[in-house]
């Protein structure tokens, strides 16, 4: 710090265009100095004043002639050549007359020159930050200064200031892709819009209004080490689909009613429940119950207020809110080993799927989310499904085998058999990257968990009304560790049933089994069941059971079975319906006796091989797969005849061969040498 008084010193330029005075006596170090105060009374009649305190480093200022006394506040941040961590010592005053004419007539009397540490730099008019029409003294604020914000300033720049106060009536917007960053305090009376960053090391006096803003561009946040009172927590939903999300709080309590408010969404008896790790089940609770603070829960979205049911404008997009206290700490959680936890994300911020992994290794890498569009045409019918992934314990947060989870966001894991049975989201697991509020923002979402899967959808009129996910390991081993309960649907509910559990994906043993299926519904029509992928070994085949109808349908990729649902209790329900699972060995006599008609050789093959249809009624349909189900050849033959098939270059090992014929199939091992 530096302060000289210079008491009554009285300058005469005499008829000259250009004038100088030096000053000495300045004690001051220029990292502790941004701003430099000057009083004087200027009596010349044409003339202005520059300041230079090192060479290249000067600022114009405009001083009234024929005034009286004025003091002239000037901003040394941002000048060019301004040095760091340099005593100053002297200062010079040069005084030149305007328009190039010589300065008039008449005494400079300078008053007191005082060096400040931190002045705040004040706006003078509504801008973006790097205009200097914003700024008095027409210079905007170098990295390290002080703020003073009284209108509305667009933050279009990266920079760490220390304190930044925003006044009442003021606003401050952060845009998407703009981080400020503070070393001290921010204190708003104002307004702060954030689409961008906030990373406040410091600390944040919040009296005014803090919105986190959520678009379909991405979401504001905020890290902070200390807790931030009044913060509005926003996030918009990319899709308009009408069904549940799975929403965590990171802010203090608050309610469902609230939530429903602020977000202009109607949540209705039952809109809302939240996950039983103990039994793997879904509690169901009303719009008035509360949020609870770091917990998670399933809402159900039908778009705005007053769209549904008729949907006539809509479902629209919504922009989920909730306002509350971010403690911005982190959140431990008990568990007990082999159970799933819905886990929420803690902070005003997305949280790594890869460090929380990281720092838990009581948990396995397999996680799951809920996506509202799987299964879904149509946005006014209700839709959705996990998405079951692995990630990779090495992964780098952000990259390309990690999943982001946005504010309000919240994952499904699951823990392993290590004794430390806590689950801690920490702050270390806060991502600073680019994000777009989606978790599908990462190429780890396409990474299979289990490749041996039958998923069936559920449809009617070309809408999809639910979705069922089986997978399969093989016996005696952990497989990928996912299953998941059902969200209940409001028109119809499909599901396997585990252990009295309806499940909307089940892990299970690959082996002989029945298995229980359930469905509900509210329409009375007809509906198909489709399935949508079948990767179940070829020594296995998936038997639908209709036990109303007394039908059995051989299930493979591309299967549509037809039904109907009408107002007898028997058409639906949880004994209508199973999924038979057997092997070849178990056919029946016409697949026996199509398989007797079917020729393979050389077996073992090398680079080629032959296959005989003795059947003499219609085409037979070829197809060979891999011992983990992957479909490398598919071939038809008519009756009669026989095919050759180019095996070079298939790597060694046991094949299957699977063919069908009018409903019937067999199986064949075949070995490449």
Known sequence: MGETTIGNLTFTPIATKTAKIILNGFHVNSTNADAVEITLTNNSSNSKMKLSIFDGSTIAVDIDPNS????????????????????????????????????GDGDILINQIKFFNRIPIETIADGNWQNLNTWEAGVAPAAGANIEIKHDVNFNINRTYHNITIASGAKLTIPLGKTLTT????????????YGIIDNQGEITNNGSLILKSDATGTGYLTSTTSIANVTQELYLNSNQKGWRLIGNPLTDTTFEALATDSN??????????YTSSDNTWTKTNGTAPMISHETYKVYITGLAGESPTHETGPSNVTLSITGDAANAENTISTVDGKYYLVANPFTAPVSVATILAEN????????????????????????????????????????NDVVIPPMGAIFVQTNEVADTDINISSNAIYTGSFNNNYANKAAKAIAVAPVELTINVTSNDVNYDKLQLRFKEVGTEGSNIAFGKLQNTILDFYSIDNGQNMAVSELELQEQIIPLGIWSSALQNFNINIAKNSIPAEFEAVLEDKLLNTKTVLTEGTNYNFNIDNTGTSQGDKRFSIVLKTAGSLSIDNEVLGANIELWPNPASNHLYISNNQNNTDTVFTIYTITGHLIHSETAAPGSTIHISSKGWAPGVYILKATNNGNKTTKKLIIQ
């Open 68 to 103: 009286s006394e004025e003091t002239y506040k000037i901003s040394l941040a941002g000048v060019s050549g301004w040095p760091a961590n340099t005593n100053i010592s002297k200062i010079s005053l040069f005084f030149l007359g305007v328009g190039n004419a010589a300065i």
């Open 183 to 194: 070393t001290g305090t921010i204190t708003n009376y104002g307004i702060i819009d954030n």
């Open 265 to 274: 969404i109607t949540l209705g008896i039952d809109f809302t429940g939240q």
């Open 361 to 400: 290794l009581n948990l396995w890498n397999s996680i799951a989310y809920w996506n509202p569009t799987k299964a879904a045409t149509d946005p006014k019918v209700m839709a959705g499904g996990y998405d079951v992934i692995t990630t990779a314990f090495e992964a780098t947060p952000g990259d390309a």
